[in-house]
Each structure stands twice: as C-alpha cells, then as structure tokens.
C-alpha cells in the first residue's frame, strides 16, 4: 500500500491505522531478523494509531498523514520511549527529553511513528573500512532486493520502504546517504535543498551539509512527506528559506522544450551494465520529448574531497551531546569510550581519528568551505544549468551525490534498471538552489512512464 492508497482508504473508513500498525509490525516481526532495517520499534504504536483512529472517527484529521505509520532513521530525536543511538554503543541510553524539529511536524500532520530505521553507524562517519548498513547496535541491513550492498547511510529507512514495513520513511543525508540507499533498492528518495527541513534533533555530522528527506514508494508519497516536514526552527538557522516556501506537485505529460545535461565524469567508476543502465534512461527522456545533452563539471577535481565534514564533526557532535544524559560529551570521549569497549568498533574507527585532529579554527577550514561552495555552485552546477540552459542534470544512481550535497542542492532518485550482478539502480535528477518542486514534477513523469512499469515486472 502507497501513502496515497492508504489516505484515500483511511478516509472511507476502510482501513483503521490501528491495523496497518498491526500488519506492519507483524512484517518487522517476520523479516527483521534477516534483514536488520529496523533498530528499535515504538512500543506506544499502536496506543498513538489508536488514539488517531478515535480522533479520525470524530472528524479531526490532523493532517495528509494522519494515521499513517512511518519509520525514522535512527539518528533522529524523539521524546517518547524510544533511544536515539544511530546505532553506536556509545549512545546508548541516549533519551531525549524534546522531539527532533522534524518529528514534531510529523506528528503535527498526524504520522504515527512506528520505530527508528537502522543505518550505517554514526551515518557512515566511524570508519572507512565500515560496510553500507551496518551498525554496532543494529547489525549489518540486508538489501531488500537480493544479494547486493543495501546503499548507505540511510540503509534501514529505504529497506524498510522496499520490503513493506512502513508506508514511508525518513533519511538523513550528508553526502548520497538517501540516494544511496533508495537506488539500491529500488525506491524513491529525495535530498531536499539543504535549509527547506530542519537538523534540529539530528546526530549531525556537518553544519553545511546536512539534511533529512523522505523515502517513498512512488514520487508523489515522497513529495507528501517532504511537504510535511517543511518548516522554519528557529533553532536552525538554514530554515529561514523555508519562511515562505511551499511546494506544488505540478503534472507534466512530456518533457517537450526541456533539456537535461549528463557528465561522462561520473560514469568512470560504473560497470558496463549500469553504464547500459543509465544510457538507457537517457533514451527515455528523450522519448519523452526532452533535449539530452552531454555536459562537463569543469572544477570537480577541486571538491572530490570531504575535508569540510572533518572539519565540522568534532564541533557539530559536541553541540549535539552537550545538553544529553550521556557519559560522552565530545568526539575524543566517544573515540576513549570505544576504545575501552572494543566490540564497539568492529570495523575500527579510522574517521573519527581522522576528524579528531581537526580544528575549525584552523584557516584551512574556511578555504576548504568556500572552495565547496564556489565550485559545486557558482562554478559548478549553476554554471553548468546557466551555460547549458538546463532544467536539470542527470546522474547515474548516487554517482554525483557529493556535488550536490556540497552545493545544498536538491537530488531526486527514481528506479531505473536492475542488474542481475549488483541489482537495482536509479536515474537521478538533481537542479538548482530551491528546485525540490521541479524536480519532483520531473521524476513523477518519468517514474509514472518507466519506475513503476519495472516495479511491477520485476515484481517489487
């Protein structure tokens, strides 16, 4: 069942949120064990979709999600039973006493929060040697496709998706942690404009990256939780842009008169299947009217690096942790703690080293922040869109994923092919700054006219 299927049967009164919240939890009892998407369950559930049953049978619908039981990474705040661990042993015990920013708006809008998804430790910032979904608290996510990696760091929220076990989800991510995973398995995810959705409540890792954003089964249940979760905190100040921002899902038929660029620069690292893959996907936009041109990022080499993320960590947790009922305060007491408890690093914890010896201070961190911004910006993807005239660029997968992430640009993900070696991939569109709203008209098209035919014959 899509978000939207469950809002329209919801609404004649033939389904109760009580039940889904059953069914769904009763999917996580079946297949978790295997899988490990999910890191911890709401025991409240089914007492909040209760409770939203009894409010929706009165008239008072809170909003498009209530009733509607959505899973959230496990890097995400919320005050109820529940920890927020991102999967570290050193975070357990972690209760806050105020939900994440986000999670109020969600709750606002009626979602029952069904658990927290698992991920990949500390959003992938522990280790380099460190597998896509795994964490210590969590265990290692299995792809919900077959036998292939399940994408990071937002692992459990997208399998979660993918295998049924919540109408929707939520991700974090700093750099390909939503299209990552959502490409991998074959569903729908979207990295907002950084500032339309607040961090509050978020185990951070940058100041200047970091995001949340929904994962979804079709576009349109996407863009229904990513309006939800818009909204200006005064706690984050890159939530002013959200002040007067209100996205419209406008429908297209065809993408006449537009044109979309490609950089072969991104296809090195691919394997002549994806490669067919993603060539493929050019020929169908341009089935569908549109003007495919190939594109060149002239400065990349000058970013293909995640210096400003070291920089940024060491104060970024230290905010985080300060006001929390932990034993660890800092990155250099979670660095002491694991190396008291050595089964809390399994995979060792080479990029918390790393980012320990890092300084905001230092002058370089400045340097390193305002050669992001111009190169992945103004010399980068605004130029490329201006020179070109396009409406939007196109990436294979996640391949890309930092250039954006660097610029605070938004990406959407759609299904695209599905290889019998590394399985499914996804066509990314990515814009410029506040661009959330055309992007999502031009996935929807594309996933009405091509993702949802290969959903269905690849039997998802």
């Known amino acids: 069942m899509t978000l939207m299927e469950f809002y329209k049967a919801y609404r004649s009164a033939e389904i109760s949120s009580e039940k889904l919240t059953e069914l769904f939890l009763e999917r996580i009892s079946d297949l978790n064990s295997e899988y490990r998407a999910v890191l911890e369950i709401n025991p409240d559930a089914l007492l909040i979709a209760r409770e939203r049953d009894v409010e929706a049978k009165l008239g008072k619908f809170r909003g498009d999600l209530h009733g509607a039981p959505i899973l959230i990474k496990g890097n995400i705040d919320t005050a109820d039973k529940m920890e927020t661990t991102a999967g570290a042993m050193a975070f357990r015990g972690n ?13 606002k809008a009626g979602a029952v929060i069904l658990g927290k998804a698992n991920l990949t430790e500390l959003a992938n910032f522990v280790s380099f040697e460190m597998p896509n979904g795994y964490s210590t608290l969590g265990g290692q996510t299995k792809n919900a496709r077959g036998d292939f990696d399940p994408g990071g760091s937002s692992s459990g929220s997208a399998v979660g998706v993918a295998l049924d076990m919540c109408l929707a989800a939520v991700g974090t991510e700093t750099s390909g942690s939503i299209l990552s995973p959502s490409s991998s398995n074959g569903v729908i995810g979207h990295k907002p404009t950084t500032g339309t959705i607040s961090r509050s409540g978020i185990i951070p890792i940058s100041f200047t990256q970091d995001t949340a954003g ?9 863009f229904i939780l990513f309006g939800k979760m818009i909204g200006y905190d005064e706690n984050d100040p890159s939530t002013g842009i959200s002040k007067s921002y209100t996205p419209v899902l406008r429908r297209i038929d065809s993408y006449k008169g537009m044109k979309f660029g490609y950089s072969e620069q991104f296809l090195r690292d691919l394997s002549s299947g994806h490669i067919e893959i993603f060539e493929k996907s050019l020929r169908n936009v341009e089935s569908l009217g549109g003007k495919v041109l190939r594109i060149s990022f002239p400065h990349l080499s000058e970013i293909m690096n995640i210096d400003v993320l070291f920089y940024e960590f060491p104060k970024a947790i230290s905010n985080y942790l300060k006001d929390k009922n932990l034993a660890v305060k800092s990155l250099d007491d979670i660095i002491r703690f694991n190396h008291k408890h050595e089964d809390a690093i399994r995979y060792g914890q080479s990029i918390l080293v790393k980012s320990s010896s890092y300084n905001m201070n230092d002058p370089e961190y400045l340097k390193s922040l305002l050669n992001d911004r111009k190169y992945s910006r103004r010399s980068g993807i605004d130029l490329v869109m201006s020179e070109n005239d396009l409406d939007a660029i196109l990436f294979p997968a996640n391949y890309g994923a930092l250039i954006a992430a660097k610029a605070g640009y938004p990406s959407i993900t759609v299904p695209t092919g599905f290889s019998e070696k590394f399985g499914p991939f996804g066509l990314t569109f990515s814009g410029g700054f506040l661009e959330d709203e055309k992007l999502y008209s031009l996935a929807n098209l594309y996933f009405l006219k091509f993702s949802r035919k290969l959903i269905s014959d690849l039997n998802w």
Do not use: N, S
């Not at 209760?95 to 709750?107: E, I, M, S, W, Y």
């Not at 929904?214 to 996407?222: L, N, R, S």
């Open 214 to 222: 929904p994962i979804a089964k079709t576009v349109e249940d996407a």
């Open 95 to 107: 209760r806050p006493t105020k939900d994440a920013f986000l999670v109020k708006k969600l709750r």
